[in-house]
């Protein structure tokens, strides 16, 4: 494929050509993604392209934590964890592994955070017809929460994980 870099997202990055296919995610790029870095609020790494800075997929990580109910499968009432927030991946460059790439990255990302600060698990709350990616397509151990309404809850327990390593 055409050569690429992995960065966070900075000023310089092109972002006005960016389409997933996801008007909510791409909105989130366009308006909201710079001035959240800044404000430290969620971070958002990129590929983009090497010749043109122009990004062609992008995730989100911030920390947040399970409030108490959800949390309780862990039998305490708060979980810190780290909140996959956005994926996407430009309509002409789908289907070429830069998701699961992004994913790998985040996984690493918080499996070295959670050295430093605790953070128990990578969670990512999805739609319903992205579920199946993440269980099937992704392959890094993702397990299923809850699903409600037409959203599904999935994480990687980064204990557990980092267990399986050993
Ligand atoms: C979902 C998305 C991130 C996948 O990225 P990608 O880089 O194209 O996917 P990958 O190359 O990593 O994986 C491709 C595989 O996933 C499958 N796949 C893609 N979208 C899928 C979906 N919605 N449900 C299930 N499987 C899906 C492909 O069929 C392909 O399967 P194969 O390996 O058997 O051929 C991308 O399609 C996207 O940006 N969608 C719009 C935004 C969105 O829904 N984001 C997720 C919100 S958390």
Not at 69 to 85: S, Y
Not at 137 to 163: A, H, P, Q
């Amino acid at each position: 494929m055409t050569d690429l870099i992995f960065k966070e997202l900075d000023r310089d990055v092109i972002i006005e050509t960016f389409n997933c296919g996801d008007q909510a995610i791409n909105n989130f790029l366009n308006n909201l993604a710079l001035l959240n870095q800044e404000q430290k609020l969620s971070k958002t790494y990129t590929f983009c392209l090497k010749n043109s800075n122009t990004i062609i997929a992008f995730l989100t990580l911030s920390a947040s934590q399970l409030n108490t109910g959800d949390a309780r499968i862990f039998g305490i009432d708060k979980v810190p964890i780290v909140l996959l927030g956005r994926l996407g991946v430009d309509n002409n460059y789908k289907n070429k592994k830069l998701g699961v790439a992004l994913i790998n990255i985040a996984l690493e990302k918080s499996l070295e955070a959670s050295k430093i600060i605790a953070c128990r698990l990578l969670l990512v709350e999805t739609t319903l017809d992205i579920k199946s990616y993440y269980l099937e397509k992704v392959n890094m151990g993702f397990e299923w929460f809850r699903d409600r309404k037409n959203t599904s809850i999935l994480f990687i327990d980064l204990k557990k994980y980092e267990e399986n390593l050993q």
